[in-house]
């Protein structure tokens, strides 16, 4: 067999397909396509270890496109290959070529960008958004050492999106983890969208960045197959080697290979038409003859199969309570004592998780210590299920991406303030439909010394506009859970474990008087009554419970029949509530410790959707906080203490 010549036919082939599904759906990007066709074409039809029959198997060699709008190239191999696709794994069909004419279209399973959850399962999450496939591919490059599995990660990244911060956070990463089953492939064509990339991200720019990384790296014409093949060979060999660097290529491609006509500036995300498509084709046909002069009949690819998978190791369906656990730490006196703060329930709970669940993996950005992530670490049992990121937050939670593609149930923690800055990676793996729990600790301003750098005020707001809109399995987004104690904040963190999604918990660095017991049972979706009362309901969560609680024993002594909710989870049972602002006079006040758009707007949707005329007055963080010595001051500074909550009451209740 001439495996250039078959590499070449395949490739062109490949860029045919390309040019004409973007030319159908009148958008897309096939010269980006191009500049992969020969990657693409070595890597699914001779050096992935993988079956088209089933593209999501647990032991297949992974391919994660980060250069997500170069998907055609992909889609166009996969459609050669008959793999099968569709939402439903039982319902699933060979992709054909004449589908790829449905590129982007409303019922399409061949989305602009990847997204497994569309029906497209060969990939593991959903990109595009530049910069970020390279540490969601170093996720599953982590489930698989930790699963003891062989299986080998490719990750085709942009040069001109490894500008992006999160590129050298995940190159790092893979250092610093030594991750030698993953393959950083870095695709030099030269240019961006606007045009020709910096010099910084040139061929041989990269080539020294990755170099000084501590990277063994390989330099090849990305469109020589005979080259190709034998870096990828370099790499396979290398992944089996326990000591090393590991590996990463850079290579030289050309956007719009094959069709001079479009190539350079001015091509990217533009489809040519009509006369100008037929001209890009005859140029391709044209390098057909030129480069498949040696191809014969009989030349073809064989895909090797991907290993058996593994039984999964049992899950234990004990789990202790929150005493017993704080008992087996010699933590009794602390328990004794009444009080404990919520990040601190949350380390223990993850502990007693990761011993009873083998799936559970914990991610931190070098907080442990103060998350209190760090008992898992601490713990000889559980250590090898902790993943210390540093600090690179946008890399953790993509890296929890992968981690779940892979079948893991990750928990990512760092400070609330902190987990801001990845925004964008926490958007993407709820797109991705990853099973992504996110713990945010020193919550709120109650953190006071530390000052408005540290404090999260508009988290809620952000991960409560997923709350919003519906999952690709129908449920919310996101949940957002905020525990008022340390009962609460255990109880939550196992429920977390338990349910396929994401959810973003909010923990607090005080310590808080216990307001519960391990009978309490906690569920998404759900609240506690605190307190009954007739004249006005008063709805809080996390740190603000307990302010609340103040103001409820000054109300009720002034002859003010109040009643309080601990609403800890957003979404919320709206029609229980409503009903209970009902037998409340049809008053409710909200209070909450960071900006607005959370807890109170959250209630007013549920208000405004019933169409009932009931009165909601809220309490939130309306100016910038600064530093002070307690939580009691940054409380009164911010007209959030329980004095402030009376005085809104009474004004609302028109009492003098």
């Given at each position: 067999?001439?495996?250039?010549?078959?590499?070449?036919?395949?490739?062109?082939?490949?860029?045919?397909?390309?040019?004409?599904?973007?030319?159908?759906?009148?958008?897309?990007?096939?010269?980006?396509?191009?500049?992969?066709?020969?990657?693409?074409?070595?890597?699914?039809?001779?050096?992935?270890?993988?079956?088209?029959?089933?593209?999501?198997?647990?032991?297949?060699?992974?391919?994660?496109?980060?250069?997500?709008?170069?998907?055609?190239?992909?889609?166009?191999?996969?459609?050669?290959?008959?793999?099968?696709?569709?939402?439903?794994?039982?319902?699933?069909?060979?992709?054909?070529?004449?589908?790829?004419?449905?590129?982007?279209?409303?019922?399409?399973?061949?989305?602009?960008?990847?997204?497994?959850?569309?029906?497209?399962?060969?990939?593991?999450?959903?990109?595009?958004?530049?910069?970020?496939?390279?540490?969601?591919?170093?996720?599953?490059?982590?489930?698989?050492?930790?699963?003891?599995?062989?299986?080998?990660?490719?990750?085709?990244?942009?040069?001109?999106?490894?500008?992006?911060?999160?590129?050298?956070?995940?190159?790092?990463?893979?250092?610093?983890?030594?991750?030698?089953?993953?393959?950083?492939?870095?695709?030099?064509?030269?240019?961006?969208?606007?045009?020709?990339?910096?010099?910084?991200?040139?061929?041989?720019?990269?080539?020294?960045?990755?170099?000084?990384?501590?990277?063994e790296v390989i330099v090849i014409d990305g469109h020589n197959p005979s080259q190709i093949k034998k870096a990828f060979d370099a790499f396979i060999e290398?992944?089996?080697?326990?000591?090393?660097?590991?590996?990463?290529?850079?290579?030289?491609?050309?956007?719009?290979?094959?069709?001079?006509?479009?190539?350079?500036?001015?091509?990217?995300?533009?489809?040519?038409?009509?006369?100008?498509?037929?001209?890009?084709?005859?140029?391709?046909?044209?390098?057909?003859?030129?480069?498949?002069?040696?191809?014969?009949?009989?030349?073809?690819?064989?895909?090797?199969?991907?290993?058996?998978?593994?039984?999964?190791?049992?899950?234990?369906?004990?789990?202790?309570?929150?005493?017993?656990?704080?008992?087996?730490?010699?933590?009794?006196?602390?328990?004794?004592?009444?009080?404990?703060?919520?990040?601190?329930?949350?380390?223990?709970?993850?502990?007693?998780?990761?011993?009873?669940?083998?799936?559970?993996?914990?991610?931190?950005?070098?907080?442990?210590?103060?998350?209190?992530?760090?008992?898992?670490?601490?713990?000889?049992?559980?250590?090898?299920?902790?993943?210390?990121?540093?600090i690179a937050e946008q890399n953790m939670f993509s890296v929890g991406v992968g981690l779940s593609a892979a079948g893991k149930i990750p928990f990512c923690s760092s400070f609330s303030k902190f987990i801001t800055r990845a925004y964008d990676q926490i958007e993407m793996a709820i797109y991705s439909g990853a099973n992504l729990k996110i713990v945010g600790s020193h919550s709120g301003i109650t953190l006071a010394a530390d000052g408005p750098s540290q404090m999260s005020l508009p988290d809620v707001a952000f991960f409560r506009s997923f709350t919003t809109m519906k999952d690709h399995r129908g449920n919310p987004g996101c949940y957002i859970l905020q525990p008022s104690d340390a009962f609460a904040a255990y109880a939550l963190t196992q429920v977390m474990a338990e349910y396929e999604g994401a959810v973003y918990m909010r923990t607090l660095r005080p310590e808080h008087e216990f307001l519960y017991s391990d009978d309490q049972v906690f569920n998404l979706g759900g609240f506690e009554t605190l307190q009954e009362g007739r004249d006005i309901l008063i709805c809080a969560a996390g740190a603000m419970v307990h302010e609340a609680n103040k103001a409820i024993e000054t109300l009720d002594k002034a002859g003010i029949s109040a009643t309080l909710v601990d609403l800890y989870s957003i979404p919320f049972d709206r029609e229980a509530l409503l009903d209970l602002v009902s037998s409340n006079g049809g008053l409710v006040l909200s209070v909450e410790d960071n900006f607005g758009g959370g807890i109170g707007s959250a209630i007013a949707d549920a208000i405004l959707d019933s169409g009932d005329g009931f009165r909601l007055e809220q309490m939130h963080v309306t100016r910038i906080p600064k530093s002070c010595r307690t939580p009691e001051e940054i409380l009164t500074l911010c007209g959030l203490d329980h004095a402030a909550i009376v005085k809104k009451v009474m004004g609302m209740l028109q009492v003098v």
């Open positions: 067999m001439s495996f250039d010549a078959v590499v070449h036919a395949q490739a062109i082939e490949i860029d045919r397909l390309s040019l004409e599904m973007c030319a159908a759906a009148g958008s897309g990007h096939p010269t980006s396509a191009s500049s992969i066709g020969h990657i693409v074409t070595v890597l699914l039809f001779n050096t992935m270890r993988w079956s088209p029959d089933h593209p999501d198997y647990p032991t297949s060699d992974r391919l994660m496109l980060s250069e997500g709008h170069a998907v055609p190239a992909v889609y166009a191999a996969c459609a050669k290959l008959g793999v099968m696709v569709g939402k439903d794994p039982a319902k699933r069909v060979k992709l054909k070529v004449e589908d790829l004419k449905t590129l982007r279209a409303t019922t399409s399973v061949l989305d602009g960008h990847p997204n497994p959850m569309e029906g497209f399962p060969f990939f593991d999450a959903a990109t595009g958004s530049l910069g970020q496939g390279l540490s969601a591919a170093a996720g599953v490059a982590e489930a698989a050492r930790l699963d003891g599995t062989d299986r080998r990660v490719y990750c085709i990244v942009g040069d001109g999106e490894s500008r992006e911060g999160q590129i050298t956070e995940a190159l790092d990463f893979i250092i610093d983890r030594k991750l030698k089953n993953i393959l950083p492939i870095f695709n030099c064509n030269e240019y961006g969208q606007a045009d020709r990339v910096s010099g910084q991200q040139s061929a041989d720019s990269l080539a020294k960045r990755l170099d000084a990384f501590g990277y290398a992944s089996g080697e326990k000591s090393g660097k590991p590996l990463a290529i850079v290579a030289k491609t050309v956007k719009g290979w094959g069709s001079p006509s479009i190539q350079g500036g001015g091509w990217h995300g533009k489809p040519p038409t009509g006369d100008q498509l037929k001209r890009a084709i005859t140029e391709l046909e044209s390098r057909r003859l030129e480069l498949t002069s040696s191809l014969s009949n009989t030349d073809q690819f064989t895909i090797q199969p991907p290993a058996q998978a593994k039984e999964k190791p049992a899950r234990s369906t004990e789990i202790a309570s929150l005493r017993e656990a704080m008992k087996k730490m010699d933590m009794e006196a602390v328990y004794q004592s009444g009080s404990l703060a919520t990040r601190r329930a949350y380390g223990i709970a993850l502990r007693e998780l990761c011993k009873a669940n083998p799936d559970i993996v914990v991610l931190d950005a070098d907080v442990s210590n103060s998350t209190f992530a760090e008992m898992v670490k601490k713990d000889p049992a559980t250590s090898s299920r902790f993943i210390e990121c540093k």
